[in-house]
């Protein structure tokens, strides 16, 4: 093992067989990130950004190559997936919280369930959790009845709720009206300065210049540059990176 905190190796997806119409989703991307580190990644559609990220908790099973944890091995086969995913917190594009339950449910049914939490303990924790992304008058609402913004900040809020290692953030804002999602943003610069290991799959460039410490452009399930913000979108190597970056700045 190197000094990373998290480790991807020679990472290779298919969906498929590429011989076939099928699609390579990640070619050999081996990436490395520090403990505390926040990483941007950004890219086309279809450029292997989402199933990096899914690879990392086991969402997706690589084909080859290896991605660690700290020290552990995720894609070992005999790797405790339950545990995996309590280290690797993940936040959708969409939410995914439960409609039948409350907020402050929401948040307090992993630890319970999952961990065996103590019941109380697990609802004061979500109480404390949603205090902490600005939700704390919401606890008894239902998500239907909250904007997408407070939902994905519930969202974050519950991902929190099992003390993970690293947070994995896929497109958290792209499903939100514009003046939704300056206040999810605030509350991830606010883990990112807290010193959360965070890899968030995004376009936000605000936030790249705010909290981010390195960004990483891929295209066709290839790490095509990485570097500082101000590197990568002020001064960009990759005549691929610079063709991509016209189009979105």
């Known amino acids: 093992m ?8 020679g990472a290779v997806k298919t969906f498929g ?11 050999g991307v081996s990436l490395e990130v520090a403990k505390g580190e926040v990483v941007l990644v950004i890219g086309p559609s279809g450029s292997g950004k989402s ?7 086991r969402l997706e099973e690589i084909d080859s190559g290896e991605i660690w944890i700290g020290g552990d091995c995720v894609t070992d086969r005999k790797a405790d997936l339950r545990r995996i995913r309590e280290d690797a917190g993940m936040v959708f594009q969409n939410f995914n919280l439960f409609s039948h339950m409350t907020i402050l449910e929401n948040v307090s049914l992993a630890p319970r369930i999952v961990r065996k939490g103590n019941a109380r303990e697990s609802r004061e924790r979500a109480k404390a959790l949603l205090e902490r992304v600005g939700l704390a008058d919401k606890l ?8 997408g913004g407070q939902q994905q900040r519930a969202a974050i809020a519950r991902a929190l709720a099992m003390n993970p290692r690293v947070l994995l953030f896929d497109e958290p804002t792209s499903a939100l009206d514009p003046e939704m999602i ?17 890899i968030v799959v995004s ?3 605000g936030f790249a210049r705010a909290a981010a410490n390195r960004v990483v452009f891929m295209d066709r399930g290839r790490i095509v540059e990485e570097g500082s913000p101000e590197e990568v979108f002020d001064r960009p190597r990759e005549e691929r990176t610079q063709d991509f970056l016209r189009h979105i700045l």
């Not at 190197?2 to 190796?9: D, N």
């Not at 199933?51 to 908790?57: G, H, K, P, Q, W």
């Not at 239902?142 to 904007?147: D, E, I, K």
Request: no cysteine; hydrophobic share 40%.
């Open 2 to 9: 190197s000094g990373a905190f998290i480790r991807v190796t």
């Open 17 to 27: 067989d590429p011989d076939k119409g099928g699609v390579l989703a990640l070619d």
């Open 51 to 57: 199933t990096l990220l899914r690879s990392i908790n």
């Open 140 to 147: 008894d609402r239902f998500p239907r009845q909250l904007s």
């Open 182 to 198: 300056k206040e999810v943003l605030d509350v991830m610069t606010d883990l990112a300065r807290e010193g959360m290991t965070m």
């Open 203 to 205: 376009h936000e460039m």
